[in-house]
T-cell receptor, first 116, second 114 residues
């Protein structure tokens, strides 16, 4: 059972370009979460998605950032018109569905985004 | 707003020592607390998950405790090994009433010297 798969591992973009980060959850997991780790900072929650639904995007910047988790395929975190301040490690996590809602999160290896 | 603090920020010990990493949080209304390990350039590996109703969890040489009332957790590592060198992150689940949001500390960088 493969873990949470993220690609690419490293992504370099110039200012103004678009960045697309992909995340495939663990088999059997239908909940996906994106976190961002800025240099010298702790990981911070960005967004929580289920298939075809955004449940909570309270941690997403208001502009340029969007996320989706389609019925088929991986979850995508999209950053338009990147700026240097977007340089960070972006982690995806997944969890199985749970009525109690406090299942353990399993994290991927992250995508390191560098904006030149 | 939940805040998580980890002390110390860095720790260097000789191989074989027992050690304790500390984590404190400001809001005791949590669903759970997790300890993770993060290796350079890699993802997070979950080590232990303590539900809010539990006091401790053990896995091999690791033991994590939780005291909700005082807002504290400790991660005890017995007989440390060079392979334990990594950054250890504490994360509290339940920020703002949402059980899926983890609030992370900045971590403790552990170096175990052979």
């Amino acid at each position: 059972n493969a873990g949470v798969m993220q690609n690419p591992r490293h992504l370099v973009r110039r200012r103004g370009q678009e960045a697309r980060l992909r995340c495939s959850p663990m088999k059997g997991h239908s909940h996906v979460y994106w976190y961002r780790q800025l240099p010298e900072e702790g990981l911070k929650f960005m967004v929580y998605l289920q298939k075809e639904n955004i449940i909570d995007e309270s941690g997403m910047p208001k502009e340029r950032f969007s996320a989706e988790f389609p019925k088929e395929g991986p979850s995508i975190l999209r950053i338009q018109q990147v700026v240097r301040g977007d340089s960070a490690a972006y982690f995806c996590a997944s969890s199985p569905p749970s009525e109690r809602g406090n299942e353990k999160l399993f994290f991927g290896s992250g995508t390191q985004l560098s904006v030149l | 707003k939940q805040e998580v603090t980890q002390i110390p920020a860095a720790l260097s010990v000789p191989e074989g020592e027992n050690l304790v990493l500390n984590c404190s949080f400001t809001d005791s209304a949590i669903y759970n607390l997790q300890w993770f390990r993060q290796d350079p350039g890699k993802g997070l590996t979950s080590l232990l998950l303590i539900q809010s109703s539990q006091r401790e969890q053990t896995s091999g040489r690791l033991n994590a405790s939780l005291d909700k009332s005082s807002g504290r957790s400790t991660l005890y590592i017995a007989a440390s090994q060079p392979g334990d060198s990594a950054t250890y992150l504490c994360a509290v689940g339940g920020s703002g009433g949402s059980n899926y949001k983890l609030t992370f500390g900045k971590g403790t960088l552990l170096t175990v010297n052979p």
